[in-house]
């Protein structure tokens, strides 16, 4: 299937992104964010607006470690029971074995 061709799935593709590389504000009106917290975590809920969309992702949750700001989880929610849930541990920043690699000259 062509993403670029059906536009409901260029619209999931541009929201999954959004949260992958973590800038929302590339999230279309056709989204409605929600913000929560805990004691460990800043949750994002975002939720489709368009009936299409909600038909294959009812909400994604992201949840942001206080610590060092970096995605603990990410869940898609298909509906309430089916959902897919990733869990990130053993997190390393910037560890590059041969800084070479990106310099620049």
């Given at each position: 299937m062509?993403?670029?061709?059906?536009k409901?799935?260029?619209?999931?593709?541009?929201?999954?992104?959004?949260?992958?590389?973590?800038?929302?504000?590339?999230?279309?009106?056709?989204y409605?964010?929600?913000?929560?917290?805990?004691d460990?975590y800043?949750?994002?809920?975002?939720?489709?607006?368009?009936?299409?969309?909600?038909?294959?992702?009812?909400?994604?949750?992201i949840?942001?470690?206080?610590k060092?700001m970096?995605?603990?989880?990410?869940?898609?929610s298909?509906?309430?029971?089916?959902?897919?849930?990733?869990?990130?541990?053993n997190?390393?920043f910037?560890?590059?074995?041969d800084?070479?690699?990106f310099?620049?000259?």
């Amino acid at each position: 299937m062509s993403l670029t061709a059906n536009k409901m799935m260029n619209q999931m593709q541009d929201m999954l992104t959004a949260c992958m590389i973590g800038d929302l504000s590339k999230m279309s009106s056709d989204y409605k964010l929600e913000y929560f917290e805990n004691d460990s975590y800043y949750i994002v809920k975002i939720k489709p607006v368009n009936k299409a969309i909600q038909t294959y992702i009812s909400e994604i949750e992201i949840y942001l470690d206080k610590k060092d700001m970096s995605v603990y989880k990410l869940r898609l929610s298909e509906t309430a029971t089916n959902y897919t849930e990733y869990e990130f541990y053993n997190k390393r920043f910037n560890a590059l074995k041969d800084e070479t690699k990106f310099s620049i000259r």
